[in-house]
C-alpha cells in the first residue's frame, strides 16, 4: 500500500464512513472490525451503539484488544464509559476480566467501591493490584534513588567528626587546586563530608489528598507514592485523605491496594479542617514537608484555611501544593485560592508523576520550589 492509500485509510477510520467522510476509500479485512469498534462508541448516528448488553460490550473490549494497542484500548474504554454510560457494567466479574486495567478505570472501581457486589469486588481487587504492581514498578526505584540522595546532600558538612564520615572524592575534587607534585599529593584546606548518620528519621513527610471525583487518578498516584516513601526509614510518612471528612490511612500504607479501597471519592470537599488535622501529625517543623494535593475548590472556610498554610510555612514546614499529581494534563482548579497560596510563597502547580520523586528532593534539601516548578512544570 502507497503512502497516499495509508493516510486515506487512515483518514476514512477517522471520519467513520458516510456520504460525509470525502476519502471514497473503502475497507477490507481486519480493518472492518475496527471500524465497527470505533463507531460503536464514537459514531453518534449509529443505532444501538454497545448498549447496555454485558455480553456485546465483552466482545466489544476483545475486539479492541486485538486491533489496538494497550494505550489506545485505555482511551476507548475510557471513552466508552463516559459516552456511553457504562459504569453499571463495570460492577460485573466478567467486565472486569475483559477491561485493560489502568489508572482510570482503577478511578472508576474505586468511585464505586461503596454499591460494588461482593462476587465483583475480588475482580476488582485483582485489577487494581495489578495496576499499583505495575507502578511500583515504574515509579519506586527512582523515588527512593532522589530521596536518599537528597537527604545524604542535606546532610553534607565541611566539617566531618569522624575520618568514616569523609566523602574522599569530593574533597579530592575541592581541593586539586592544593596538589603538591613533588609529594604527589593534595592538601586539604577544607574536608567534605557527612554529618554524624543517623538511623532516627530525618524528614517527616505528610500527604494530604482531596479524594473529590475530579481529583480519581491523583488519590491512585498519591497512595502508591506514599506507600513508596513509607517504606524509607529515614522518613515518617502519613497519608491523610479528605471530602467533607478526613480519614487518616497511615496504617494501611504498608499495602497500597488496601489503602486505595479505604478511600471514597466524591462528595464535598473541607481542605481547612483537613489541613486543621494535619498540623496535629507535625511534630518537628523545620524538617517537615506538608504536600496538600487538590483543586483548591474549598468547601469549608477559606480564610481559616489561608491562615493554618501560612502558619505552617512561618513555623518552618516546608509546603507544597499539587493541583494534580496525574499525567491528565491541565487540571481544573479554584484560581482565587491559588494565586492567595502564591502570594504567601506557596505555588501551587499540577505535577507528573515522573517529576514526582525530584520534587521530593527539591523539597528535602529545601530548594525554591517556585523555581523548581518553572524548570520542570509545562505552562
Known amino acids: 500500500m502507497s503512502a497516499s492509500d495509508e493516510r486515506m485509510r487512515r483518514w476514512r477510520l477517522v471520519l467513520g464512513g458516510g456520504d460525509a467522510d470525502g476519502t471514497g476509500c473503502g475497507l477490507q479485512g ?5 471500524d465497527a469498534a470505533l463507531a460503536a462508541v464514537y459514531d453518534q448516528g449509529r443505532e444501538g451503539g454497545l448498549g447496555a448488553s454485558a455480553p456485546r460490550v465483552a466482545r466489544w473490549l476483545g475486539d479492541i484488544r486485538t486491533y489496538f494497542p494497550a494505550t489506545v484500548v485505555q482511551v476507548m474504554q475510557k471513552d466508552a464509559i463516559e459516552r456511553l454510560n457504562l459504569t453499571r457494567l463495570l460492577l460485573e466479574p466478567e467486565m472486569l476480566e475483559a477491561v485493560e486495567p489502568d489508572v482510570h478505570l482503577v478511578g472508576t472501581l474505586l468511585a464505586l467501591n461503596r454499591v460494588m457486589p461482593d462476587r465483583a469486588r475480588e475482580s476488582a481487587r485483582a485489577l487494581v493490584r495489578k495496576v499499583v504492581e505495575e507502578l511500583e ?8 534513588a532522589a ?3 537528597a537527604l545524604d546532600r542535606s546532610a553534607r558538612t565541611h566539617r566531618p567528626k569522624r575520618v568514616a564520615d569523609i566523602d574522599w572524592d569530593r574533597t579530592i575534587r575541592a581541593n586539586l587546586k592544593n596538589y603538591l607534585p613533588e609529594r604527589n599529593t593534595v592538601v586539604p584546606s577544607r574536608l567534605v563530608g557527612y554529618a554524624r548518620r543517623q538511623r532516627s528519621v530525618q524528614r517527616e513527610v505528610v500527604l494530604c489528598i482531596d479524594q473529590s471525583g475530579s481529583m480519581a487518578a491523583s488519590v491512585v498516584y498519591s497512595s502508591v507514592f506514599g506507600a513508596v516513601l513509607a517504606s524509607m526509614r529515614s522518613l515518617k510518612t502519613s497519608l491523610v485523605v479528605f471530602d467533607t471528612a478526613v480519614v487518616d490511612l497511615t496504617e494501611q500504607l504498608h499495602d497500597p491496594v488496601e489503602l486505595l479501597f479505604g478511600t471514597q471519592l466524591g462528595g464535598g470537599t473541607d481542605i481547612n479542617r483537613a489541613i486543621a488535622y494535619c498540623q496535629g501529625l507535625i511534630t518537628r517543623p523545620t524538617d517537615s514537608i506538608f504536600i496538600l494535593i487538590s483543586d483548591l475548590y474549598e468547601g469549608g472556610v477559606r480564610q481559616e484555611m489561608l491562615r493554618r498554610v501560612a502558619a505552617m510555612t512561618q513555623a518552618g514546614v516546608q509546603v507544597i501544593v499539587l493541583l494534580a499529581l ?12 491559588a494565586a492567595a497560596l502564591a502570594a504567601m510563597g506557596v505555588p501551587a502547580f499540577a505535577c507528573t508523576p515522573d517529576a514526582f520523586p525530584d520534587l521530593m528532593a ?6 525554591d520550589i517556585a523555581r523548581w516548578a518553572e524548570r520542570h512544570v509545562p505552562s
Open 326 to 337: 496525574s499525567d491528565e494534563g491541565a487540571p481544573f482548579y479554584d484560581h482565587e485560592n
Open 30 to 34: 481486519a480493518d472492518v472490525q475496527m
Open 147 to 149: 530521596v536518599t540522595g
Open 137 to 144: 514498578r515504574r515509579l519506586a526505584q527512582k523515588t527512593r
Open 362 to 367: 527539591a523539597a528535602i534539601e529545601r530548594r
